[in-house]
């Protein structure tokens, strides 16, 4: 089993539409967990973390379940602006260490 | 808000030549990584270095890789004869020390092009 998995998508959505990604992890000891961003040739950039109550930054929920292993990522009345690609994100327990995620590809369209 | 750096933006090396990517990482923080990343590719982990010394490697990260924080400030990776498997766009990161896992800050990347 892949350390973190990923639906790769891609997902081709229009404006306002509301989308969900999913992610799997193996490692039942890891801590943390985090969504990042990366748009085209860019490196990624931290879009947030992950708590296990789940928790919300405007359009964007996240929720983790770690008896299943899987945090999801909700975006609400997409943009355009939030075509990238989303990094699922999670740690490798006792050193400091983040394993990615093979990303799903957003495509919002007008 | 403070960032990452990295120089140089695009570096064409001939295969077998030596390269070095540079890195300023975020001044409080504790934790460096390298990663790349080859064209249409996962992220791929290479290393990660804490207390002057390699934390953790991959399996890519093999002899010709080797990393190091000269004064402080800058944390370079060396490729020692590159081939031409090594283009990729290497990113480097930082992150705070803090009782659990702190999210890591990425350098806009250098693109590595071996010919």
């Known amino acids: 089993r892949k350390e973190v998995e990923q639906d790769p998508g891609p997902f081709n959505v229009p404006e306002g539409a509301t989308v969900a990604f999913n992610c799997t992890y193996s490692n039942s000891a890891s801590q943390s967990f985090f969504w990042y961003r990366q748009d085209c040739r860019k490196e990624p950039k931290l879009l947030m973390s992950v708590y296990s109550s789940g928790n919300e930054d405007g359009r964007f929920t996240a929720q983790l379940n770690r008896a299943s292993q899987y945090i999801s990522l909700l975006i609400r009345d997409s943009k355009l602006s939030d075509s990238a690609t989303y990094l699922c994100v999670v740690n490798l327990p006792f050193n400091n260490d983040m394993r990615f995620g093979a990303g799903t590809r957003l495509t919002v369209k007008p | 808000e403070p960032e990452v750096t990295q120089t140089p933006s695009h570096q064409v090396t001939q295969m077998g030549q030596e390269v070095i990517l540079r890195c300023v990482p975020i001044?409080?923080?504790?934790?460096f990584y390298w990663y790349r990343q080859i064209l249409g590719q996962k992220v791929e982990f290479l290393v990660s270095?804490?207390?002057?010394?390699?934390?953790?490697k991959s399996e890519i990260f093999d002899d010709q890789f080797s990393v190091e924080r000269p004064d402080g400030s800058n944390f370079t990776l060396k490729i020692r004869s590159t081939k031409l498997e090594d283009s990729a766009m290497y990113f480097c990161a930082s992150s705070a020390p803090g009782d659990s896992n702190q999210p890591q800050h990425f350098g806009d990347g250098t693109r590595l092009s071996i010919l």
């Open positions: 001044s409080n923080h504790l934790y």
């Open positions: 270095f804490y207390n002057n010394e390699i934390s953790e």
